[in-house]
């Protein structure tokens, strides 16, 4: 009798485990279009303060990520499937799939995340956590973990990386839109 | 009637035990060695080494080194994810077909050691793009390195920010294994063809004979479709092979049941047949099992020989039973003395013929006189030592069919002689006509003939982006690193305009990454005056950064303390590895030598202008035409060695038959080969090396009927054989001439119409004696 419950409360805590990132994922809200602010904080060994930028972000589902930094130095990245636009080709052909990374954590596609990295979910009432560790050896090599929390929208991003940095990403402002006006579109479709 | 031979027991059964332990070394020496061969479908290696310059070869060697075995596999998906587990699952599957020693899908991630094993220089590397920014506007360029900090991508700068604090390092080593539109993913390479992702995969095959290369063919076969491709060498190599062996198979196999039909026909009676097949297989077996032994790996046109001699070795049998069902009163060694002249001087022949192809300096010619000598050896060796033992009772029958075997000897002849000046001139009308056209063909590409449907997947996979080189490259020299990396520049600006016109793809060269020290100097120094000097690099890592200002005394520290950092050649090629390191042929007697490849060149003229841009110290390999000329030139050797063959032959029958006599004999089969080649030109086929190997198998088994003709001397069962082994052979020869693969196709045709002119021709020089036709009335 004993052990027949124990056996259960085991299956059930696995199946909960596993429950959990689906049952995170259906909390997420995923909306056509999600406008949003940041604030990233990059904390590096060799510098005394953190670096702090902040700046605007978009969403498009299925098509791709808008990354605004507005202080303290103004760019515009475009990350989409193809790439990534906006940052310099030297600099951006190693990071090529970091820009898919975050794309699939911005718009919410913990199946794509999946792939690539090893989730361990924990959640509370409103809140939940969701811890990424990479399987590929090459992004292991970049990227120790990467830690999200968030209700219906994905709050707080912290990526450590290996070499010891650290960078804290919190978001903020969400506004949610069914449909992108054409320019935006326009923006994504124009190829890298 | 029959007395039993006066001899004691022990007697008869030396001959057949020595027979026995021949056949037990052929037998061992054949085990041990031929299961674990890869049989040779590749038609170059049949060709000699070419005494090329030392450093030809060693270019080769390093261009071919890891390609002989690899096979490239591409699988297709409509996501970056698909494509992967795609090529997971082909893995899997090549795996365990057990034909392959490594697959390998997932990269290990060793980039990282290049950059750690050139750190110590990385102010002395730049690359192109970044030396230009430095040099246009080092201060949009450093603002712009610093923009990519605050994104989330800045994070491999962010990682090394002390070490390399502009970045120049960083994107250098970025952009030296670039190769356009490959992508990592997973650990996976992916290369983008429009909507598509390939993964790549790399399979290095295990050597393996025959039934290996069939079953790559097979698994090759199920596997490609649209979505996997495959490409490499071993695959045209088990195509080859899987197509020859259903030849050689074909072809061997209908000789023997030619043979079998006709000797039950003719003799009736199992016993004969199963000696013949007996001496056979022994001859076939002992001449594999030296080959190997001899040469290490055989080629299929050494087994194409070799399913041919069988209709040769069988002969000598032919002889034997034919001869008993003459002469019901010899014993079986009054047979086989009656029969020894005949079978001797037929075998010294062919051993002359033959042996002399060891004498070329053809590794395929070589094997193929060993084999012969060898099969032809044991075959003969089988009749005198184990026939006489084993070949049983007399045969109650008569010889079948007489009369079409006196028209052969008799009738024949003597129409000859009576039409002999109408027919004469046919014959020089024919030679005249067709040795005034003959064209020879030295362009090894007629005689390759890869699958197409190979050829078409290699196609596409270099369209989406994996080329493989061209036969032909640069070899560029120099006194020493400096002067080479000079020479190396003066040629790849030779070829910019090529390129720029299309009639060039691409070409890979060491200078085209490495810097030359001079460059080095001015890459530091630019670095220098553009980001240090003026403190630019400083100001920004202050104001924008934030950074300690310990830290950046540090770095400006470090970069004081690389000035004088010189990376040799040498050593950024041990670090660099693929593709660079094939490309480096080292320094040696006082000069320094490196490759530099070609890809897509467009078409012949270019490979014109490319061959004129050989110099001094710029060599132009073209390995096509390298070969075409050692086919051309082989082609007059074995021509040559043909004509020396036949005057040692005639001095050999010489010895036996007197000079006229011998004269004679040779001319039948000489008159053949002319004949043969007169009626090649007229068909309008172009002579290749092939069809002289071919010549020389006719000359050999011409020379055979004509010897028999002429010493056999024992009339209708002579004919009887003669026609028998014919009748074999050109079915034998006549299935190759329909083979598919061009040179097996050659070396059939002219060996089929060789020998059949070679008997027709051979009554003709039998001796005076038989011109009454008396003695054919047994």
């Known amino acids: 009798m004993l052990l027949r419950g124990l056996l259960l409360g085991l299956l059930l805590i696995a199946t909960l485990a596993e429950a959990g990132v689906a049952d995170i994922a259906a909390r997420l809200q995923q909306p056509a279009v999600l406008h949003g602010r940041f604030v990233q904080q990059k904390h590096m060994a060799v510098l005394a303060v953190p670096l702090v930028s902040q700046g605007a972000f978009t969403v498009v589902r299925d098509h791709g990520v808008i990354w605004q930094t507005e202080k303290p130095l103004a760019s515009r990245l475009l990350i989409n499937k193809d790439g990534i636009r906006g940052a310099d080709i030297g600099d951006s052909r190693a990071m090529a799939y970091i820009g898919n990374i975050l794309h699939a954590i911005l718009s919410g596609d913990l199946s794509a995340l999946e792939q690539q990295f090893e989730i361990a979910a924990s959640s509370s009432e409103n809140r939940w956590q969701l811890q990424l560790v990479p399987r590929s050896s090459l992004l292991k090599k970049a990227i120790m973990a990467i830690e999200l929390q968030g209700d219906q929208h994905i709050r707080q991003l912290q990526l450590q990386e290996a070499g010891g940095d650290r960078t804290d990403i919190v978001f903020s402002a969400f506004v949610p839109a069914d449909t992108a006006d054409d320019g935006l579109l326009h923006e994504f479709a124009a190829g890298p | ?778």
């Open chain 2, 1 to 778: 009637m029959n007395l039993p031979p006066a001899h004691s027991p022990a007697r008869p059964l030396l001959p057949v035990l020595l027979w026995l332990a021949l056949v037990a070394v052929a037998l061992g020496i054949f085990v041990a060695g031929s299961s674990h061969r890869m049989v040779d479908t590749d038609i170059l290696h049949l060709l000699p080494q070419v005494k090329q310059k030392a450093l030809v070869q060693k270019a080769q060697q390093q261009l071919d080194g890891g390609l002989q075995q690899t096979i490239v596999w591409l699988a297709r998906g409509d996501s970056r994810q698909q494509a992967v587990d795609k090529a997971t699952a082909l893995a899997q599957t090549l795996q365990q077909s057990g034909l392959f020693q490594a697959v390998e899908l997932r990269q290990q991630a060793a980039d990282n050691r290049v950059y750690q094993q050139l750190l110590a220089y990385r102010f002395q590397l730049l690359d192109p793009a970044t030396r230009e920014a430095l040099a246009d506007d080092s201060q949009a360029y450093l603002a712009a390195r610093l923009q990519s900090l605050f994104s989330p991508l800045g994070m491999a700068y962010a990682a090394t920010l002390q070490l390399d604090p502009a970045y120049s390092y960083g994107r250098y080593i970025n952009q030296l294994y670039d190769t356009a539109g490959a992508e990592i993913y997973n650990d996976v390479t992916l290369l983008r063809d429009g909507e598509h992702w390939y993964a790549l995969l790399l399979g290095d095959v295990q050597a393996q004979g025959f039934a290996g290369q069939k079953a790559l063919a097979t698994l090759h076969a199920s596997l490609a479709g649209d979505d996997i491709l495959a490409a490499g060498l071993p695959l045209y190599s088990a195509y080859g092979a899987q197509q020859a062996e259903q030849e050689i198979s074909l072809v061997g196999t209908l000789s023997v049941i030619a043979i079998v039909l006709f000797m039950l026909a003719g003799l009736r009676s199992l016993r004969p047949l199963l000696l013949a097949l007996l001496s056979i297989a022994v001859g076939v077996l002992a001449a594999w099992a030296l080959c190997v032994l001899v040469f290490g790996r055989l080629h299929v046109i050494t087994l194409v020989f070799g399913s041919s001699l069988i209709g040769i070795s069988v002969d000598y049998s032919f002889h034997y039973f034919c001869d008993r069902l003459r002469n019901s009163q010899d014993n079986n060694r009054q047979t086989l003395r009656a029969i020894l002249p005949g079978i001797s001087l037929g075998l010294g022949s062919s051993v002359i013929a033959y042996g002399v192809l060891l004498l070329t300096p053809f590794p395929g010619l070589q094997q193929i006189g060993l084999f012969s000598v060898v099969g032809l050896l044991m075959a003969w060796l089988t009749v005198v030592l184990l026939y006489p033992s084993l070949a049983g009772p007399r045969p109650r029958h008569r010889l079948p069919l007489a009369p079409l075997f006196a028209a052969y000897l008799a009738r024949w002849p003597a129409f000859c002689r009576r039409h002999r000046y109408p027919l004469l001139a046919l014959l020089l009308l024919w030679l005249a006509g067709g040795l005034l056209q003959v064209q020879v063909s030295d362009d090894i590409r007629s005689l390759q003939q890869p699958d197409a449907g190979l050829l078409a997947q290699e196609k596409r996979i270099a369209a989406i982006g994996r080329q493989r080189p061209d036969g032909q490259f640069f070899i560029v020299s120099g006194a020493d690193q400096h002067a080479l990396l000079a020479a190396e520049q003066k040629l790849l600006a030779q070829l910019a305009p090529l390129q720029q016109s299309g009639r060039l793809a691409r070409w890979q060269a060491l200078s085209g990454q490495f810097p030359s020290p001079a460059q080095q100097q001015q890459n530091y120094r630019l670095l220098q005056q553009q980001l240090i000097d003026n403190g630019l690099l400083a100001g920004q890592l202050a104001t924008v950064l934030q950074m300690r200002p310990d830290a950046i005394a540090e770095i400006e520290q470090q970069f004081a303390a690389a000035a004088s950092q010189q990376l040799a050649l040498a050593d950024w090629v041990a670090a660099v590895g693929e593709p660079y390191r094939p490309l480096w042929l080292g320094c040696e007697a006082g000069s320094c030598s490196s490759i530099v490849r070609l890809y897509g060149i467009a078409d012949v003229a270019t490979l014109d202008a490319l061959a004129a841009l050989a110099d001094d110290g710029v060599l132009f390999v073209d390995r096509v035409q390298t070969f075409n000329q050692v086919l051309a030139h082989y082609r007059h050797i074995a021509s040559t060695f043909l004509l020396l063959a036949l005057g040692l032959i005639w001095l050999f029958l010489a010895f036996y038959l007197g000079p006229a006599a011998a004269l004679q004999v040779v001319l039948a089969p000489l008159a053949a080969l002319l004949l043969t080649v007169a009626t090649l030109a007229l068909a309008g086929q172009a002579l290749t090396m092939f069809h002289v190997f071919g010549l020389l198998l006719a000359l050999g088994i011409g020379l055979d009927y004509a010897i028999f003709c002429r010493v056999g001397g024992h009339g209708l069962s002579t004919a009887m054989a003669v026609v028998l082994s014919l009748l074999t052979s050109l079915l034998a020869f006549g299935l190759l001439a329909t083979s598919s693969t061009a040179f097996i196709q050659a070396f059939g045709l002219s060996l089929a119409l060789g020998i059949f002119l070679a008997f027709l021709l051979a009554p003709l020089v039998a001796g005076q004696s038989d011109n009454k036709g008396e003695s054919y009335v047994d």
